[in-house]
């Protein structure tokens, strides 16, 4: 890597900025292999992916503010992993997933004590739908639900030809996914109603998400004492 920076006249010009598309799109490939179970092509994306890893840290090694290299990357991440399993390494005792999680969840807690909502942390620029879940369960987490309630009925986009035509039945008349494959029907079906009428789907739940964030922060927020 220290190498191909120095040398390579193309990748001496990028900065942490100019590498994200990048490391995006690496992202997804080693999703793509994972879901497909394609060993060949997971060994080399998690490959590319290591690449982006050792981009940064070799341009982050070279900022004249703050530096840091590869290996103080590696040991940070030792440090952390050592503190959120004192279950492997400080002789306390997990017996199941969910204890394991509380050991994790005390520590990251404990880590993060100058946070103020549970959704600092929260990466705003992640995939609409993948920021949907994470804020609904930190929402679920002070006690906001979410309030959406779905308009649409998968069978109403008439290029779907049925999709989710099989979800079972609400009291309200909704028709409400009654599995995982039901639930992509259903997003695949809204997707295409979207596309008809010419909505941006992200937009759309991005935006709503907002609603449920500001409204998580409503909540943790300290009321007004009357005078």
Request: charge should be negative; aromatic fraction near 4%; charged fraction near 30%.
């Amino acid at each position: 890597m220290r190498e191909v920076r120095e040398r390579c006249v193309w990748t001496r010009q990028i900065d942490h900025r100019a590498l994200v598309p990048y490391l995006v799109e690496e992202s997804h490939e080693v999703i793509e292999a994972v879901e497909t179970g394609d060993r060949t092509a997971l060994r080399e994306e998690l490959g590319d992916l290591l690449w982006q890893v050792l981009f940064h840290a070799e341009i982050a090694s070279r900022d004249p503010d703050a530096p840091f290299d590869i290996d103080d990357v590696a040991d940070d991440l030792a440090d952390k992993m050592v503190r959120r399993h004192p279950h492997v390494f400080a002789g306390e005792i997990a017996r199941t997933p969910e204890e394991v999680l509380l050991h994790w969840n005390a520590a990251k807690a404990a880590e993060k004590r100058t946070r103020t909502s549970v959704l600092d942390g929260v990466p705003f620029g992640m995939p609409a739908l993948a920021l949907a879940q994470k804020v609904l369960g930190r929402a679920a987490s002070v006690g906001v639900a979410n309030s959406a309630r779905p308009h649409a009925r998968a069978e109403t986009a008439g290029s779907t030809h049925g999709l989710g035509a099989q979800m079972r039945s609400r009291d309200d008349g909704a028709r409400m996914p009654g599995s995982e494959a039901e639930l992509g029907d259903a997003l695949l079906a809204l997707a295409a109603l979207a596309r008809e009428r010419g909505w941006d789907a992200e937009r759309a739940l991005r935006e709503r998400v907002r609603v449920l964030a500001a409204e998580v922060r409503a909540v943790e927020a300290p009321a007004d004492l009357e005078e």
